[in-house]
């Protein structure tokens, strides 16, 4: 049973378009939704997070945005880069502190931005 | 920067071997981490350990030990290797921040 799923699991962008992927999460207890960016050959990176009490988060060209009632959160790049290409994994999890921090990913999102 | 090292990037191992895969952090952090990759599936959470000695099942524990020694160095293994295990493996680590490291992963192929 996948907690978060994620959509579509590959999509290819002009360079400028806008790259949008979704994801919808079904613990009610999950606080903390990262998105990681991750390049071939390399491990994931922290991109952007946001907690749920904002509807949106927006760094640079990156924009998470927020949905509690439907359980849904989805990331946005705006004015896509061919560097932008990569494989982006949502995340939630429960900020536990005595535990760290445990993350439920979705499946991933190719993502290759054409020149 | 905080640096998780796997030091075998590419292994080939046969089936029924016992496969080692180690993983060293240098950030000084409590909580690390074990996790499987495969397409469309994302990162699966193997097992976990918040301090030494300590370590928890994960999502997906079947087939797989662990051992935390020392703080900084966690590890994974495979009693006895099956095809159905050939994935990468993900090391990571976290403090008490929100931000989990990744290390560049394993690819480990069972023929």
């Known amino acids: 049973q996948q907690q978060v799923k994620q959509s579509p699991q590959s999509l290819i962008v002009q360079k400028g378009g806008i790259s949008i992927i979704n994801c919808a999460y079904e613990n009610t207890a999950f606080d903390y939704f990262p998105w990681y960016q991750q390049f071939p050959g390399k491990g994931p990176a922290l991109l952007i997070a946001?907690?749920?009490?904002?509807s949106e988060k927006k760094e640079g060209r990156f924009t998470i945005s927020f949905n509690k009632s439907a359980k849904q959160f989805s990331l946005h790049i705006m004015d896509s880069q061919p560097g932008d290409s990569a494989t982006y994994f949502c995340a939630a999890s429960m900020l536990v502190k005595a535990a760290g921090n445990k993350l439920t990913f979705g499946g991933g999102t190719r993502v290759l931005v054409k020149p | 920067d905080v640096k998780v090292t796997q030091s075998s990037r590419y292994l080939v191992k046969r089936t029924g071997e016992k496969v080692f895969l180690e993983c060293v952090q240098d950030m000084d952090h409590e909580n690390m981490f074990w996790y499987r990759q495969d397409p469309g599936l994302g990162l699966r959470l193997i097992y976990f350990s918040y301090d030494v000695k300590m370590k928890e099942k994960g999502d997906i524990p079947e087939g797989y030990s662990v051992s935390r020694e020392k703080k900084e160095r966690f590890s994974l293994i495979l009693e006895s290797a099956s095809t159905n295990q050939t994935s990468m493996y993900l090391c990571a680590t976290t403090g008490y921040g929100n931000t989990i490291y990744f290390g560049e992963g394993s690819w480990l192929t069972v023929v």
């Open positions: 946001i907690r749920p009490d904002v």
